[in-house]
Antibody
Framework: EVQLVQSGAEVKKPGESLEISCKGF????????IGWVRQMPGKGLEWMGI????????RYSPSFEGHVTISGDRSIATAYLQWKSLKASDTAIYYC????????????????WGQGTMVTVSS | DIQMTQSPPTLSASVGDRVTITCRAS??????VGWFQQKPGRAPKSLIY???ILQSGVPSKFSGSGYGTNFSLTISSLQPEDSATYYC?????????FGQGTKLEIK
């Protein structure tokens, strides 16, 4: 059974950098997509972007492109979400999730989710 | 970008009832829709992909239908544990946006 285990909660100041991680157990990620989803306090789910572990092809939502970087390391089955300069509005829970490879190697909907990482950005 | 509009925002039903949540896409997306359940304080759980295919382990009380721009999730024989927020998501083109969610309360 595949499990995604995310790194722990973070408390940061505006302007600081941050990288959170998502490690897969029971799966090599080889032909999988791993995506990131934001959930601001009391709000709904927002699709941020996704990375394909076969060739590291990465796609972003326009709402997040340029503010975050999604990366991965197939050798350790780990995906990353990185900020260079955090804002207070980045305060949220961030989920990683696996999207199986579908037709034409495109991602299907997420089927396995991480437990979430709470990121708090406050001065 | 394709927008997904869910309705209703909130829904109240009784144990044993059947309810339907709808999701409308801003343009045709074939059958590229998934549905998710999220309980308070928990990570989302995947229910359905390709409009109507149940994810592994999901009970048959959940069913999905639709094509093009109109989709629905039906939950039958409601139980207290079905109380949650339900989200649709398209995966036709990037970004794979979610609907705003429907909060289901069991009376």
């Amino acid at each position: 059974e595949v499990q995604l285990v995310q790194s722990g909660a973070e408390v940061k100041k505006p302007g600081e950098s941050l990288e959170i991680s998502c490690k897969g157990f029971g799966d090599t990620f080889k032909n999988q997509w791993i995506g990131w989803v934001r959930q601001m306090p009391g709000k709904g789910l927002e699709w941020m972007g996704i990375i394909y572990f076969r060739d590291y092809d990465t796609r972003y939502s326009p709402s997040f492109e340029g503010h975050v970087t999604i990366s991965g390391d197939r050798s350790i089955a780990t995906a990353y979400l990185q900020w260079k300069s955090l804002k207070a509005s980045d305060t949220a829970i961030y989920y990683c999730a696996r999207a199986p490879e579908g037709m034409g190697s495109t991602p299907r909907p997420f089927d396995v989710w991480g437990q979430g990482t709470m990121v708090t950005v406050s001065s | 970008d394709i927008q997904m509009t869910q309705s209703p925002p909130t829904l109240s039903a009784s144990v044993g009832d059947r309810v339907t949540i709808t999701c409308r896409a801003s343009q045709g997306i074939s059958n590229y829709v998934g549905w998710f359940q999220q309980k308070p304080g928990r990570a989302p759980k995947s229910l359905i992909y390709a409009t109507s295919i149940l994810q592994s382990g999901v009970p048959s009380k959940f069913s999905g239908s639709g094509y093009g721009t109109n989709f629905s999730l039906t939950i039958s024989s409601l139980q207290p544990e079905d109380s949650a927020t339900y989200y649709c998501q398209h995966y036709h083109s990037y970004p794979h946006s979610f609907g705003q969610g429907t909060k289901l309360e069991i009376k």
